[in-house]
């Protein structure tokens, strides 16, 4: 597959018991599966070796997306991070989650980070798939923090999109058995929220 077309999405490591498969990378590869990338998962608990996994991957990607949320497994997106940036310099390392989105210009700050997905990611991370693979700034993609002349740059908020006019995730990407075996339960792990208005 050409390097422009593959984004390689990783989801670390976490303390606590596994939960199931991360439905926020099945969410976000649904989009640029749709829009003809070729997407890579690579989650820790199907695969083990998911660091050589990830070298393996990202050696003819576009681009690697790391989503953390905050706690212990930063830890381990930082570990990858900065040993892709060592052996693929030249790769966009983009991070997006809970974590990135509340701090996006501490995160964008290191030097193993080229830019953030801050909030809803689906269609955010597609635009930024898209400049990439056009050799484009994302001084237009809204949603993104990133770098120009070392300093960060925070675009504008991307307006939060119905879940009902996003594409389904791409629950056929993940392997339930494994999860299953896992867990012990068959299970798809979901966080919502709503906004309140007065």
């Known amino acids: 597959m050409p390097r422009h077309r593959k984004v390689v999405l990783f989801y670390p490591p976490y303390d606590g018991p596994p939960l199931g498969a991360p439905l ?58 900065k040993r892709i940036r060592r052996e693929r310099p030249d790769l966009p390392i983009v991070f997006g989650g809970w974590h990135p989105s509340l701090l996006p210009a501490q995160t964008v ?14 269609l955010t991370l ?12 994302l001084e237009a993609v809204r949603g993104v923090t990133y770098k120009e002349g070392g300093k960060a740059v925070h675009n504008p908020d991307r307006p939060v999109e119905s879940v009902e006019r996003l594409p389904t995730p791409t629950f056929a990407m ?18 919502s929220s709503k906004e309140m208005r007065s």
């Open 109 to 122: 700050g290191e030097d193993f980070v080229d830019a953030v997905v801050r909030g809803q990611g689906e």
């Open 24 to 81: 926020c990378m099945l969410a976000l590869a649904s989009p640029l599966l749709e829009a003809g990338f070729e997407v890579k998962l690579v989650d820790n608990l199907t695969s083990p070796d998911f660091e050589d996994t990830i070298l393996r991957e990202t050696a003819d990607a576009l681009c690697l997306g790391i989503s953390i949320l905050t706690g212990p497994m930063i830890g381990s997106a930082i570990r990858i991070a």
């Open 174 to 191: 993940a392997d339930f058995d494994a999860y299953e075996r896992a867990t012990g339960v068959r299970k798809l792990p979901y966080a």
């Open 126 to 137: 597609l635009e930024v798939a898209e400049r990439l693979r056009e050799q484009k700034s």
